[in-house]
């Protein structure tokens, strides 16, 4: 087992920046592929981006492009969301994930779930 806890969620106004941390404990970091997942009221949670264990492949969401940049420090045993240019559509609780073999945008190849942290973006 894993146990993944976000950090670094607030609010901030629509083109501002944030940088959302999450730490795993338990089992080997780098055994896993890590994902951000964001979950907004109502609807279903939804892709954001990964990483795999060697940090040199990323998969992203096609609506954060540019602006999300996912990252991981192994020995740190750390992974990180850079959010810039926020829009008040990235509102949503952020979900950091664990999984295994290939980055992947389907929730049902993560196994570990953090708690959430939230992100709310003002216009």
């Known amino acids: 087992q894993v146990q993944l806890v976000e950090s670094g969620g607030g609010l901030v106004q629509a083109g501002e920046s944030l940088k959302l941390s999450c730490e795993a404990s338990g089992s080997t970091f780098d055994d896993y592929v890590m994902g951000w997942f964001r979950q907004a009221p109502g609807k279903a949670r939804e892709f954001v981006s990964a990483?795999?264990?060697?940090?040199?492949?990323?998969q992203y969401r096609d609506s954060v492009k540019g602006r999300f940049k996912v990252s991981r420090d192994n020995a740190k045993r750390m992974v990180y969301l850079e959010m810039k240019m926020l829009k008040p559509e990235d509102t949503a609780v952020y979900f950091c994930?664990?999984?295994?073999?290939?980055?992947?945008?389907?929730?049902?190849?993560?196994?570990?779930w953090g708690q959430g942290t939230q992100v709310t973006v003002s216009s």
């Open positions: 990483v795999n264990w060697y940090g040199d492949k990323f």
């Open positions: 994930a664990a999984g295994g073999y290939a980055v992947s945008n389907y929730k049902s190849d993560y196994d570990y």
